[in-house]
């Protein structure tokens, strides 16, 4: 069946895209409203995240209470979530429930009641996340290599810090929905057994009279150093390793995703085999495309022992320098049969194609069909990504440790 994707975008900015899939029964919206934490002040970290929990306590006629149980009466399946760019809603339901989903998140982005008597419930949301953002020493290597590679603003999570969190106030909180959240440049993916016009007059009278405004986030500044070292007293070390990448608009994506298909992609990846199978180095390893909307890396994990983690640093880094001589085609062939199982589980999932078609929209101003990102899947050879690891080996490492003792980055 051809695929078909819609889209419209209103004159106050706010942009409805939708792909029908009328062999499902369900539906599935995605939206994207740009008020991620990157907005955050300075001195005011976490308050987007705070901004989302708040807006979800109550909307329009409903109470907190209330707001729940009318989703639930839908059906809805719902979640949320911030990002650097954008505030995340979303949900899946039966297709016949989609209208009246959106027509309550309209009064969430547009009406949400902020109650002042449930403020401290929402920030201990929060803290709870902090919380266990701090128990988690992997993530917190991450975050912290995140934030060297990509900078003071763009790489930022949105949990902030306690001491941030606990700063904030209700009027923080109500500053920030007054000036964030906006229609120009939202977002409003839908999948599923839908009708693209009904839909879009549906938006159009929820959103279609809601003003646009302009705001900017703040300068962003990068740090220089290549490794830092956290020091913790553990019998384990964290290694986060990233080396520049491509942006998901940017030609060599997918090249660059095939490379890091093979370094990392199941039992049989080159890291995997290499650094925990054939030397025991490890109890985790792996390496994932990360990818802003004007910048790009390869981030490398691996949690070890602290005796051994130099030479897992050692070997990982040895790992990604012999990438340069090239992959072979069995390679190759295990990874596109991992791409084409996700892009099947994707064309029976209307919740996965609706937040695939929002990443789409907001990254290329377009949504990729399923056929052109299996054409050019397709397209992927052996010589293409070695001519592209000649011409673009992995250098450049950053590196991020967390653990007793710091370690040297050779090479």
Known sequence: MQEKIFHHTFD??????????????????????????????ADKLGLANLVCEMVQRGSGDLSSRGWVEALDMLGVDYSSSVSLYDTHFGGAMQSAQLHDALAIYADVLRRPTLPEAQFEDGRQVCFQEIAALEDDLAQRAILQLRQNIYGSVDGRYSEGSMESVASLTIQDVQDFFKAHYRPNGMIIACAGKIDFDSLKDHVEKLFGDWEPNEISPADNVIATQNY??????????????????????????????????VLSGGMSSRLFTEVREKRGLCYSVFASCHTLLDSASVICYSGTSSDRAQET???????????ADGIHEDELRRLKVQIRSGMIMQQESCRARARSIATDWSHLGRVRLLDEINDTINSLTVDSINEFLREQPPANFNVVTLGPSPLKLKG
């Not at 942009?15 to 907005?39: D, K």
């Not at 520049?244 to 090249?255: C, H, K, N, R």
């Not at 640093?313 to 990438?323: A, F, G, N, P, S």
């Open 228 to 261: 830092q070292h956290i020091e913790h007293e553990s019998e384990q070390t964290h290694i986060a390793l990233a080396y520049p990448g491509f942006t998901y608009s940017a030609p060599e994506f997918y090249l660059n995703r095939g490379a890091v298909g």
């Open 313 to 323: 640093l050692d070997v990982i880094v040895e790992q990604l320098q012999l990438m």
């Open 12 to 41: 106050n900015g706010l942009t409805v895209v939708a792909q029908p899939m009328p062999w499902l029964e369900s539906a599935a919206f995605s939206i994207a409203t740009p008020a991620g934490f990157r907005y955050d002040p």
